[in-house]
């Protein structure tokens, strides 16, 4: 008796992919219709008589163990297992497929969905419950998914006889073989549909407009997706529903910018307060905030007021309040608020001559002019 290890050329330890790997590729090349050698029938015989012993666990345990197949025939044809798989191979080998896993389910999951949803900037900083409309396809309340109509339900296909494959014979190197193909009366499924659902023609689900109450965290910025599991669009044939994505889009606040996790607001100081020195209040969306504004603050100086900016997305605390003072010089004074002006000029060794700032031997412009002097 041949050495069925030797025959398919593998190892005894040869994995049942690697048996089968070499069985096809031998099967390819001895069989009868496409190698017409005289010794090339026999030879296929033990290839495939090797393969039905070493690919079967309990038969190649027991050859492993005592060397024969425990009284099985060693002819070819021995079994009926055992050769009809083998010519199921044979077609795997030649026409591809893996074996029949009977017609596909019409249940299908839904599709996911996506919705853009435009919140406050004073949204983002704290989260808000957001109530929003959602237009998917929902589940038919008719047929309840089942796609038919009530009181009816799905018969077997007459044309594949519920397999969803139909056979037909075409020529090979073989010969005559049979191949399958998807039945296009009931479109593989096995069934048909005698008396699809009025409302949603058989599709088992229909457009609906819902609302939902949704949970927007506090720190979240535009492009934001929030996810809702089983929320999106309804499967067909009664299939689960996808998941719903929220997309945030925040809109743009008329006083505050935000940068990162902080914001920023603009300031206007006048600037008799910039330069005595005083205390303002600041509306925020934390409430008014007390503002120190030191003496001779000048124009672009940032107060910071930490803690007041966003929240954190994933994290604790918040980002800063950053405030950006601008000194506001007073347009169109009177002739009492120009003399004190010039008053405070010359106090400060500031001349005007003319409408021109001029030296009085002291000061920048003077310390300007005399550096220019020494060039």
């Not at 425990?70 to 191979?89: E, L």
């Not at 959602?134 to 796609?147: H, I, N, R």
């Not at 998941?243 to 006083?255: K, Q």
């Amino acid at each position: 008796m041949s050495n069925h290890y030797e025959v398919l050329g593998v190892n005894r330890d040869a994995t049942g992919e690697e048996i089968k790997k070499a069985y096809r590729k031998l099967a390819r090349k001895l069989h009868p219709d496409v190698n017409s050698g005289p010794d090339a029938s026999e030879e296929f015989k033990l290839v495939t008589r090797a393969y039905e012993v070493l690919s079967d666990p309990q038969k190649r345990r027991v050859y492993d163990t005592t060397g024969n197949e425990n009284g099985t025939d060693n002819g070819f044809g021995g079994g009926h297992a055992g050769p009809g798989f083998a010519f199921q191979d044979i077609f795997e080998t030649f026409f591809g497929g893996g074996g029949a896993s009977g017609p596909p389910s019409r249940t299908r999951r839904g599709q996911d969905a996506l919705i853009a949803v435009r919140i406050d900037l004073v949204d983002a900083v704290f989260g808000i419950n957001k109530k929003i409309d959602v237009d998917t396809a929902a589940v038919c309340p008719t047929c309840d998914g089942s796609c038919c109509q009530p009181g009816t339900s799905p018969r077997t296909c007459d044309i594949c006889g519920g397999s969803g494959q139909v056979q037909r014979a075409v020529r090979s190197i073989l010969g005559q073989v049979m191949t399958s193909a998807t039945c296009g009366t009931c479109q593989g499924f096995g069934t048909v549909i005698p008396s699809p659902c009025n409302e949603c023609n058989g599709d088992g689900r229909v457009r609906s407009r819902r609302s939902l109450t949704i949970k927007v965290p506090a720190g979240v910025s535009t492009g934001t997706r929030i996810q809702l599991g089983g929320q999106g669009e309804a499967g067909m044939g009664g299939g689960p529903q996808g998941d719903l994505y929220v997309e945030i889009r925040v809109n743009p606040d008329p006083s505050f910018l935000r940068e990162g996790d902080d914001l920023h607001v603009t300031l206007s100081v006048p600037m008799t307060a910039a330069a005595l020195g005083t205390t303002l209040n600041l509306a925020s969306f934390d409430g008014d905030q007390e503002l120190g504004i030191k003496a001779g603050t000048q124009s672009g100086e940032i107060v910071t007021l930490r803690g007041l900016g966003v929240t954190h997305l994933r994290g604790y605390g918040r980002g800063d309040l950053k405030v950006h003072l601008n000194v506001e010089t007073p347009r169109n004074v009177d002739q009492a608020q120009e003399e004190l002006l010039r008053k405070l000029a010359e106090l400060r060794g500031e001349e005007f001559v003319e409408g021109q700032l001029a030296s009085n031997g002291s000061g920048v412009f003077a310390k300007l002019r005399e550096r220019l002097g020494n060039l």
